[in-house]
């Protein structure tokens, strides 16, 4: 299927692992010349010499924290104007209520909500001026599914989903598409070393860790082909919307 996103410029953090280097990948495949984000430099570099290997596409690399406010105006002022916009970057901790003080909350949201919201601020008021673009949220199904032992990322991807709904029902009106994805449980080397850690402590074998699991487990290219979906003019139709993608888990009642 040809999305019709050849020669299309898209901006992309978080992108040097998991899901965001899946997206990088895929969206390089459908034609997209690529700006990579993320915290670490050598990281950036090791995916953007992957996807080049496979890819002739432009890829630029942009080392920056975007907790920080300020290194969102240096991304924005780097990267110019781009047709796609996915917001990835961010993790914010684990916990109960009583576990996670103020300052662990505040740096988790920094970079996934405020990150979200301050970059989006930025790249779709250039969209809306030339009146086209879509942005991409990539979530988290604990926003409709909150969960107590995650309540910072609970709370915050709620916010994050009402923020991609009420932005997306007015976008469509100046030529912009902006669109929530929420992923479930997907196959990151961040889970399986947190899985690792765990079957480490429950069976004295981290090879065991996919024992521990409740749920089925998606894979980063799974979330990567919906992104290139949603992204292509193929989705013309869509804004201002959430789609899961977790095996069906948050439409049960129970675990």
């Given at each position: 299927?040809?999305?019709?996103?050849?020669?299309?410029?898209?901006?992309?953090?978080?992108?040097?692992?998991?899901?965001?280097l899946?997206?990088?990948?895929?969206?390089?495949?459908?034609?997209?010349?690529?700006?990579?984000?993320?915290?670490?430099?050598?990281?950036?570099?090791?995916?953007?010499?992957?996807?080049?290997k496979e890819?002739?596409?432009?890829?630029?690399?942009?080392?920056?924290?975007?907790?920080?406010?300020?290194?969102?105006?240096?991304?924005?002022?780097?990267?110019?104007?781009v047709?796609?916009?996915?917001?990835?970057?961010?993790?914010t901790?684990?916990g109960?209520?009583?576990?996670?003080?103020?300052?662990?909350?505040?740096?988790?949201?920094?970079?996934?909500?405020?990150?979200?919201?301050n970059?989006?601020?930025?790249?779709?008021?250039?969209?809306?001026a030339?009146?086209?673009?879509?942005i991409?949220?990539?979530?988290?199904v604990?926003?409709?599914?909150?969960?107590?032992d995650?309540?910072?990322?609970?709370?915050?991807?709620?916010?994050?989903?009402?923020?991609?709904?009420?932005?997306?029902?007015?976008?469509m009106?100046?030529?912009?598409?902006?669109?929530?994805?929420n992923?479930?449980?997907?196959?990151?080397?961040?889970?399986?070393?947190?899985?690792?850690?765990?079957?480490?402590?429950?069976?004295?074998?981290?090879?065991?860790?996919?024992?521990?699991?409740?749920?089925?487990?998606?894979?980063?290219?799974?979330i990567?082909?919906?992104?290139?979906?949603?992204?292509?003019?193929?989705?013309?139709f869509?804004?201002?919307?959430?789609?899961?993608?977790?095996?069906g888990?948050?439409?049960?009642?129970?675990?």
């Open positions: 299927m040809d999305l019709k996103l050849t020669g299309q410029t898209a901006l992309v953090t978080g992108a040097s692992r998991g899901i965001g899946a997206v990088a990948h895929e969206l390089a495949r459908e034609g997209c010349n690529l700006h990579l984000a993320s915290r670490t430099a050598a990281d950036l570099e090791a995916a953007k010499a992957s996807i080049a890819f002739k596409v432009k890829i630029e690399c942009h080392a920056l924290d975007l907790g920080e406010s300020r290194n969102i105006a240096t991304l924005v002022q780097r990267a110019g104007d047709d796609i916009l996915v917001n990835n970057a961010g993790v901790p684990s109960e209520l009583l576990k996670i003080d103020e300052t662990q909350w505040r740096q988790g949201w920094e970079l996934k909500l405020f990150g979200y919201i970059l989006t601020r930025e790249i779709y008021g250039r969209m809306r030339r009146k086209n673009g879509v991409i949220n990539v979530i988290g604990a926003g409709e599914r909150p969960r107590q995650y309540i910072a990322g609970s709370t915050g991807n709620a916010a994050l989903m009402a923020f991609t709904r009420t932005l997306g029902g007015d976008s009106d100046y030529g912009v598409r902006v669109v929530g994805i992923p479930g449980q997907i196959e990151t080397d961040r889970l399986r070393t947190r899985l690792q850690k765990k079957a480490e402590i429950a069976f004295k074998d981290a090879s065991r860790w996919k024992e521990l699991l409740k749920n089925p487990m998606g894979q980063p290219q799974e990567a082909d919906l992104v290139a979906y949603l992204a292509s003019p193929r989705a013309s869509i804004s201002g919307t959430i789609v899961t993608a977790d095996a888990r948050a439409a049960r009642h129970i675990d």
